[in-house]
């Protein structure tokens, strides 16, 4: 059967079978990478997963070398804490699970590509111009978003967290699943959060927000902003705190340039 052309209306089915196959192709781009993450182990685990609990860590050493610079207090401490198994099949089954985390995040450009693929054909080519670049955006923030996140929250998370002690009489033993999750699901969480500018642009094309309605409310987005902060880095160093909201504040300030930027575009198709 030959491929539905642009003049011929696809059915559901048709639908449907377009679908099946940009899954498809974004499957087997993610497990590729994941089986190549798999086989290597030691740089996915030893030199990244592992790796912010080292004091060798690259956010440590730039964090000492600024205060020992400004004179500032951001020079941490040494993690002081184990990571244990607990679980006969939990290195493996981590293993696995990683290893896809990976194909996840390294893939993500090519899915977002397959998503823009099948949402195309049903836009004008007005609406293509305008979306011209969604893919290299999309994931641009993206993958800054997870970097910001492991190199900048989770360090900062884990610093804290790990040497923090009611008693001396305690000593910290991390298990594998809590530590792994705290890496990814602070990374992966904050690669979500970088896609503001491109939710807020879908928003604005649908005529659900405006840049008046975010800069009325910049005032509580900014405390929202604080709050956030202060949950994603546990630590009650203000310093800390304040490396991680003023990214997020001109996230909201690049939001609001992209709702305006679409505002205008819709006024001019009215003239």
Known sequence: ?????????????????????????????IVGVAVAAFLNKDIIFDGIILAPKNADFLTYRVLCDLSQKYNLDMCLDKVDFDVINLSISGQFTTHMWIALMTGFVIGFPYLAWEIWRFVKPALSEREIKYSRGIVFYTSILFLAGVSFGYFLITPLSINFLGNYKVSEEIANAISMDSYINTVTVLSLSTGLVFELPM??????KLGMLTPAFMRTYRRHAMVVNLIVAALITPSPDVTSQLLVAVPLFLLYEVSIYVSAAVNRNRERELI
């Open 1 to 29: 059967m030959s491929a539905p052309t642009p003049q011929t209306e696809m059915t559901f089915l048709d639908h449907l079978e377009a679908l099946r196959w940009h899954v498809v192709r974004s499957a087997v781009v």
């Open 199 to 204: 939710v807020v642009y879908v928003l604005s």
